[in-house]
Structures are given as structure tokens and as C-alpha cells.
């Protein structure tokens, strides 16, 4: 069985997410949407994988399937050396207590008829814990991710965005999970309320062992808290590897033209060098033949481009890129 | 047309600007109290200028601009000061006046383009009215939105459409829009983020105004298109002769992109000078520590704003911003700083840095 | 402090009960008073609902006395309403009917709550076949006219309070489920039900924790919306003779039999009629205040 060695969080081979597109007269499948097509990666304990693309390269359904809050199309997942895809739904329930979610909206994701008390408190009512056992904890988890006594018997819409991913996250981390998803858990908030919770993120995890899969559209939190990256682009990871050396030197044309186009506080920089990619991100449904970025890219080789899909090579330690432009080999990753 | 210099230091503060507003006061009336949303903005809008408007949430960036459009509708809404545009003072214009400038001399584009535009119209018919009639109101779903009001059609308005289309369509052609002609045919929600905000622009250029109010309206947009909207504002602004009063809490984009930048916080402007000063030399501890924030580098320890924005009902004496102060003293909680143009077209609300209180 | 957090840890009853008092309730309240027709509409019934629980103690006589003597007589003297065609006392016969004709009245809303809510809730959330046949068996009952159908009922278990109940709650619960079924589904795409079935959350948790208390709102204005139509619904069939019989003194019956005595002498099916209007009119202010009182539009300002 794979995936057993020391250390290895998370291991994911080659997953796949298809959502069907009924039509016609008789609802019958007329497409699908990949919007996960492939996706490999390795992720150890206590590290932080920042997953980074625009809307539609697949991020948050990746996030879903590891966790099977969507059933993978295909693929396989190990956590801890399991075989998530071969657990039973009991199974997967227990399981579910080491792994969790942080959404995005800290307005949406709070029932607002809950106090707070009771939302840190539900993932312990869920899997029978109670009384004193569950009181002491939630005490203790607000404690730590900074809430006070007088919060937790207050209601959701009496926080500021800030205050409620505090929230959040105290429900997420009170089973103890060992792996957590956190969906763009910043995007939503004032810079200065992103900076605190970043910190709080870090603390956390070294606190208590995590290890985190961050997802963002946002290059410069990508790069400020995650130790190994993954850049993905309509389904699938065009560049990944160690977030010092793929941020130092960038390979595939997409992550350039992300960090081109990022706006940086920096007003000698001029606009013009702000050069966003030509055309449209595209819609997942419609992917290009051959390399999917090649449409946008500036970079292209030639036909080989629109026909040939180039698959992850490595370009450096630990640094894969998928692109033609250095996959002359065609060296395959191996398993 | 001359395009407009991006110098690094502070010129003169040009004369006879496009847009001053001064000591703005506007207040809301709800049920936990009266929100003093903004307590004595003061700011200018030069000819062929971006000027940025950065801050918070709840810091009263969306206030201003939907001020000086005047489209405020909670009451009491603005209880103090001018707003002075193109020679008038638009809080004291009959209410005809400031329909003839609304939507044609000052236009607005905000964040979401799909509430804006009316999804049973296709895109062209949209551009046209709006060539012909004005552009803003409010929506069925209650946001600032741009929609028509009434106007006189006028005999050669048909001509001026059919040309002002055509511009439109080569406009959006020199960004790299594939078929602008067939992107005027199309509905709005056959369209992405990206082109709908386009249209927007194109709508709220159409009528020729001298400000365009962009509140906001990259932020749903994905990064790499985001660029592309910018730069098509950039080009506005050289095409057109407008000045845009960009509303945003993103600082790279504000700094990427105007010429220069006003700070607000609870409802007021803390600093105000040329883009180059605000983030290279910032002065007031608030964009001081902004600045910091948004520097984020690996590996290196965060600054933190402590605190909390204060309760808009329920300000603090003094200082707003003193609570959060890593810099304050004792005299900052007990009495208000002045706004002090301690250089050359550098305005400063900090009284550690001047030494200048209010009585 | 400690005992707080405790009240809103536990699940079930009492946990239910800190989630419905939250401040937005005591805002819900202030908005509801404030309005003027509405403490009108609380006022009538409340003076009902005492004259239910102590009318038979301070009525002058019992509903059922006859005094053949004093048959028909107008209101004014001893009996203040005057009395019915057996010499009863119109004003006991009314304080007395207050019981049968509240509580049977509004039973009907009650049974269709508890039928209506949780299959409307299952409908929604699980969907599939199971949504689809609890929603087509509504539509069902909803296609045909609801009076008629109530009638019909009531025809076919034989006249009686409980028949007319019956009658009342089939017609009324699919109501329920409908109004159920669509604000589940509206519930389930939110981003705290995804967390809490993230979470690991059964689908009766999530059921009862998430989606039945947000959904507390909709069912009280409809309720109170509903109160006075089901009095008037159970009167109604008192009045056709396929609900309460005599010598009940519920008020619809009391009209019925008062007809056929009108014009000369009509303090009978007048006063009993009143009663019914009083309560219905009660109800429906009740209703339009909360109505209003939770209309986010009011309470936005």
C-alpha cells in the first residue's frame, strides 16, 4: 500500500473530477465539465501546500474531493497511509474527524441562529461528545484562537468578518483533525484582518501540528505561507514544487503571467508591465485541445502546442512544470 | 491628447480642480443609532487625474463616491459641507441640474456588472441608451446600479449613437476583444466578468463625462483580467480627458494605477499626497502601517493592526484612529488632529506629525 | 458564565430554545408592538383566551339550561343577550363556546404543522424519489377546492368535532409542506449546512440544528396568518352541521341555529357571529404584524 512511509500526510494520485452536463430532450449527458483532470501531489506533516489559480482551474473541487465532500471521478487518496476511496460511509464519518474544512465566507458559513458557544461546540455534538469533556474544549479552543469568554454566548452577526473566521476556524480545529483544507479563508477580509489571521494560521499550526493545503487566488498570501505550491490551470497543476523556487523562478508561462499580472504596492512599477494575459480565462467546459493554456500563451512553440498535451516534467529539485518548453524529453513523473 | 505625467514628487496642487470636496458630513439613521459615515472628507480631483481612495471596510470610500453622485438614500444622508464640481456646488443645484449631471458629466462603474446591466436587453441596445439618456439609479435589488432616466432626443442623436458605437466597438477592439461588433449583440449573462465590466466602462464613457467613479470594480475579476481592466482605464483617461476617482482597499492596485492616493479611516481622510509619497514615504501611522501590511514578505513577521475599526455610532474623542496607534500620546485621545499639508500638495491628519489640534 | 456556554452547548431542546432567543427575536418583538393593530389583535385574544379558561366559572348559567319560559326573549334584563329558541342564555352560551371553538379551531393549524413541516423539510432536503412523491401526494391535496374538500371529509366520518378536525388539517397541511420544501432547498445550498454535513453531520442533524430553526420565521407568519382562517374553516362546518352538534355551544353552531330565527330575533346568530369575527380579525392582525415584524425591509431601517 502506498503512501505508508513516514510523514506523508496526504498523497494524491491522479485524481479526476468530472460533472456531467445534461441537455437536450431527455436530460441525457451531453458533456462533462473536467474540472479536476489529473491532479498528483504529496504533502507532508506540518507543511503548508498553497494551491493558487483564477476561477475555473479546479482548486476548491480539489479541495472537496480530498476531503470526499465530492466523490472523485476517479483517482486515489491516501490520508495516514487509508485508502479514502475504499471506506465505507461510516468509516469515512470517523475518518472526517481528522480532516476538515475552512471556507471562504465567514458570512455565509456561520448558522446565524447559532451562538457561538454552540457552532464551536457542534463538531463534538455531531461525534457524541458532551457535557463538561465538550464545554472544557470549547474554552479552550476559543483561548487559543483568540475569542473572548463574553463571545461565546454571542450570535454570528455581532462579529466582524475577522472575528467570525475566528469562529470558524475554532470549529474546525476542535476535533483535533490532522489535515486542513482552508478555502481562500482570507479572501473575503480588509487586508489588515487577513495579515492577523495569516498569523494566527501559522501559530496554529505549529501549536497543534497541522498540516494545511491553503487554496487562493491571491499570489502574494500563496507566497507568504505556503512551503511547497501548486499552480493550477483548468483542472490541472502546471507548476509545482517548493514555494521558494517556483516563486524565485517561475518556468511555466502562467505563473508568470500571474505574478505579472499581481499589482504590488510598488508605484515605480508601471502599469503597462501589468500585462494581464490575452483573452479569457476559459470555460472549464470548453478545455482546449493539446496544452490548455496555449490559447493565452505568449510563449507557444507551434502546433505542438495545440496538439500535444505536455504532461509534469521536472525542471529542477522537486520542481515539475508542465509545459513543452521543457519537457523536451518528455521525461513522465513516476508514481 | 497629452497624457497625464506620473511624476514622482508632489506638484503644485493644480489649480482649479475638476472635483473639490470640502468638510463632507453625511449621516445615517438606523435603528441602533445615527452612523456618522463620514465626518468632514475633504478632497480634490484634478483634471486627467486617477486619484485613489483607499481604505477599510466601513472606512466610508463608498460613501464619498456615492456622494458626490448624489444618490444617497438613507436619511438624513449629507448633513455638511460642498461638494464643488465643474464650478457648481452639486449639494446646492435644483435637482434638475444634478439629473443633467448625473450619469452624463459624472458616471459610475462599481463592483458587480451583472446586477448593473439589464439582462433583457442586449449589450449594444444598452451602450445606446446609454449614449442617450443618462446612467445611474438605483436597481430592483437595491444597488447602485447604471440603468436610464429620461432625456430629450435630439435630431442627430441617431448619428451621434451609430458613432459613438463605433468607437466603442474599436475601443474594445485595441484591448484584443475578439468581434466587438458581435459582443454588442450579445446578452449579459452570456458574458464573463471580465467583458460585462468592459461594457460598463464602455457605458459610462459614452456620454463624454469628466469623472468616472470606479467603485471598486476589479475586485470580483480574476487577476489576469483585472490587468486588463486597469490598463483600459488607464487608456480612458488619455482618450477620453476623464479623471477617475478609483475606490478600492487593494493598495497594489491603487498604486499601480493612480496618480494619487487619499487614506480614509472612519470616515475621514488621514492622508492625502502623490502615489510615490504614500507608499514610499508615508506619514500618517495608519497608512503607515497599511503600507507595511500589504508588504508581505516570507518569512518575515507580519505587522499587525491591533484593535478593531471603531463603532461608527459611537466614535472615540479625539483621534479616531488613536485606540490603534503604535505611535500615539496621551494628547491624541483628548482632541482631533487638523488635516495639515505639511508639503507641497501632502495633506497629513496626524497630530504627532504636525502638532496641529483642533479646539 | 460557564452555565450559558453549557445551555447553548447541549443539543436538542435546549439548545433549540438559546438559538430562538437571540436579540434579532427581541428586536422581532419591538417592531411587533410598536405597531398599533397588532396589540389590538393581541388584546382580543387574549381577552378570548381568558374568557376560555374561566368563562364556564363566571358565566350566569351553564350552556345547557333551559329556561322555557324565557324562550326568545331580547337582549336587556337578566340575560344580557337575550336568550336562543330554548330559553338558554345567549351570553353563557358564548362565554362557554369559547373553550370548544378555540381549541378546536386552531387544532387543525397544529396538525398541519406537525404533518406539514417535517415532510416538507425530508421533501426538500433529501429530494430524489422520496421529495418528489411527498410533493406530488401534497399537490394532490392541494388540487382540490379546499372547502369542498373539507366538506366532503366531514360528510364521510359523520358530523363531529373530530371529523370537521380531520377534515380541516388534510385540507390545510400540504400548505406546510410546500412552504417547507422551498425553503429547504434555499437552506441546503448555504455554506453553514455544506460545513456542517463537512462536519460529518447526519441528515437529521442537519435537518433539525440548521434548517428548522431558520426556517422558525416563515412558519410563525404563516401561522399566524393561518389562525383565523382554521376557527373560521372549523366554524364554518359547525355552521353546515358537519362539525360540532348540539347541544355544543361552539359558536358556528350557534349561527346556524340563529338563522333560521333571523330577522326578529337576531341576537342569537348576531352575537355568536361577532364572537367569530372578533377572533378572526384578532388573529389576522396578529398575523400581518409579524408579517411585518420579520419583513427584513422594516427591520433594515
Known sequence: MEGVEDGVVLRVRDLKKYFPVTGGFFDHVQWYVRAVDGVSLDLYRGQTMGVVGESGCGKTTLGKCILRLEEPTEGHIWFKGKDLMALGSREMQETRREMQMLYQDPYSSLDPRMPVASIVAEPLTIHGIKGQEATRRVEEMSKLVGLGEKDLSKYPHMFSGGQRQRVSIARTLILNPSLVILDEPTSALDVSVQARLLMLFQRLQRALGLTYVFISHDMRTIAYISDVVAVMYLGQIVEQGPARIVFAEAKHPYTQALFAAMPTADPDRELRDLIGVTGEVPDPSEVPSGCRFSPRCAFKKGSMCDEEEPVLAPVGPDHLVRCHIYSHDRAEVQS | MPSTPRSGEDSAVKTDPLVEIRDLEVRFSTLRGLVNALNGVSLRVGHQEIVGLIGESGSGKTVTGLSILGVLSTPPGITGGEIWFEGDDLLRMSEAHMRRIQGRRITMVSQDPLSSLNPVFTVGEQLEDSINWGTISKNSAGHWATVRILDRHTPNSRRRIQEALRSAASRLASLGMPSPEKLLRNYPHELSGGMRQRVLIAMASMSGPSLLIADEPTTALDVTIQAQILNLLKGLVEDAGLSILYISHDLGVVAQLSDRVAVMYAGQIVEEASVHTIFKEPMHPYTKALVEVTRLKPGEPLTEIPGEVPDMIDLPSGCYFSPRCSEVMPVCAELEPETWEIDAGHKCKCGKVHNRWKE | ?301
Open chain 3, 1 to 301: 458564565m460557564t452555565t450559558q456556554h453549557a445551555t447553548a452547548n447541549r443539543g436538542g431542546a435546549s439548545g433549540l430554545a438559546a438559538q430562538l432567543l437571540s436579540d434579532g427575536t427581541r428586536r422581532t418583538f419591538r417592531i411587533f408592538f410598536a405597531n398599533r393593530l397588532s396589540v389590538v389583535g393581541v388584546s382580543i385574544i387574549l381577552i378570548w383566551i381568558v374568557v376560555a379558561i374561566i368563562g364556564p366559572s363566571v358565566a350566569p348559567y351553564t350552556y345547557y339550561e333551559q329556561h322555557l319560559a324565557e324562550r326568545l326573549q331580547p337582549p336587556g334584563g337578566t340575560h344580557v343577550l337575550g336568550t336562543d329558541h330554548l330559553g338558554r342564555d345567549v351570553l353563557s352560551r358564548i362565554l362557554w363556546g369559547t373553550r370548544v371553538t378555540l381549541t378546536w379551531g386552531l387544532l387543525p393549524i397544529v396538525a398541519a404543522v406537525l404533518i406539514g413541516v417535517p415532510t416538507g423539510i425530508v421533501a426538500g432536503y433529501f429530494g430524489g424519489w422520496l421529495g418528489v412523491s411527498i410533493m406530488r401526494l401534497a399537490d394532490l391535496f392541494l388540487s382540490v377546492p379546499a372547502l369542498m374538500f373539507a366538506v366532503a371529509i366531514a360528510a364521510a366520518l359523520g358530523p363531529s368535532l373530530s371529523s370537521a378536525l380531520v377534515a380541516v388539517s388534510l385540507v390545510w397541511w400540504p400548505w406546510y409542506t410546500r412552504l417547507m420544501h422551498a425553503e429547504t432547498l434555499a437552506l441546503k445550498e448555504k455554506v453553514f449546512v455544506e460545513a456542517a454535513q463537512g462536519l460529518g453531520a447526519s441528515g437529521v442533524h442537519v435537518m433539525l440544528r440548521h434548517i428548522l430553526p431558520n426556517t422558525v420565521s416563515t412558519i410563525l407568519v404563516r401561522t399566524s396568518m393561518d389562525l383565523g382562517f382554521s376557527v373560521l374553516y372549523m366554524a364554518a362546518l359547525g355552521f353546515i352541521g358537519l362539525g360540532a352538534q348540539p347541544p355544543s355551544p361552539e359558536w358556528g353552531l350557534a349561527v346556524s341555529i340563529g338563522r333560521e330565527y333571523m330577522p326578529e330575533f337576531w341576537w342569537m346568530a348576531v352575537f355568536s357571529g361577532l364572537a367569530v369575527f372578533s377572533v378572526v380579525f384578532g388573529f389576522n392582525m396578529i398575523g400581518d404584524g409579524i408579517r411585518d415584524a420579520f419583513d427584513p425591509e422594516i427591520r433594515g431601517r
